[in-house]
């Protein structure tokens, strides 16, 4: 990735403008690794006969190897009109012609409801973040953000379908929005990574378990300077230090 495409601050991914102009310039990035780290994780709840959609694709690979894999029901959505012919250009010149790629507002999702097996997001999320203030009570304009992309996705899944987040939300931080009593959904979660971790929420819906019976959950210390040389370097590492502090 060049390094004109990282955000002098974190409050820049907010802009529709900011995305549109990279993704101009920008051919492919993967935010939070690519498939193949987490691959493992997303598998178990596929099938070729699944429907899947992918929220803010970007630029990103991930549906090229979902349907690499055997899922060919792809639909992916992004808010940028650059990034989603740039993706459909991509697509067909390399033989994908059944991914269907849509210019759709994650927060407005343009479905009916329950038409989906499978709703996944890498990051996307995150992005609502970015300007949530403390992450212990975010700021009422960030959640009402958040709750109309996650009801828009407990909408659209069909009963017993699932949601997938890929993220750098930490469970004490994830858990009670995930937890609201407008879901009928499980939450459970793993993390993959080396000394730098992400998180991947894995949501069933109709499968609601109780606030109280889901693992409690220890604040994450800040990662010593052992963090890997590329992860280092990695947008992903300045997004973290922008989006939560380490040290909550």
């Known amino acids: 990735m060049d390094d004109t495409a990282t955000p002098s601050t974190a409050s820049a991914y907010l802009n ?16 939070f690794k690519d498939y193949s780290h987490f691959r493992h994780l997303i598998q178990p ?18 549906c090229e190897e979902l349907h690499r894999d055997g899922t060919t029901n792809i639909t ?5 009109p650059v990034a989603v012919h740039n993706l459909q250009k991509r697509l067909l010149s390399r033989g994908f012609k059944d991914i269907k790629v849509l210019q759709a507002d994650m927060l407005e999702l343009p479905f009916e409801d329950e038409c989906f097996d499978l709703v996944i997001e890498k990051g996307t999320m995150d992005v609502l973040f970015v300007d949530s ?22 909408r659209v899944l069909k009963a017993g379908g ?10 004490h931080f994830r858990r009670p929005i995930f937890n609201a009593p407008d879901f009928s959904w499980s939450v459970e979660w793993t993390t993959f990574g ?3 971790h992400y998180f991947v929420y894995v949501l069933k819906k109709g499968q609601r ?23 280092l370097e990695s947008e992903d590492f300045a997004f973290r230090i922008n989006v939560e502090e380490l040290n909550c």
């Open 76 to 80: 992916c959505i992004d808010l940028s």
């Open 16 to 31: 529709p403008s900011y995305w549109d102009e990279r993704f101009s310039k920008e051919e492919q990035y993967e935010w």
């Open 162 to 171: 699932t949601f997938i987040s890929v993220t750098f939300g930490q469970p």
């Open 133 to 154: 203030g403390d992450p212990w009570n975010p700021k009422p304009e960030t959640m009402s953000k958040v709750m109309a992309m996650l009801k828009g996705v407990h």
């Open 209 to 231: 378990s109780s606030y109280d019976d889901t693992p409690s959950v220890k604040r994450f210390e800040a990662p010593a300077i052992n963090l890997l040389h590329e992860e």
């Open 194 to 196: 080396e000394t730098f």
């Open 45 to 62: 709840h596929l099938t070729p006969h699944s429907a899947v959609l992918e929220l803010g694709c970007g630029n990103s690979q991930m």
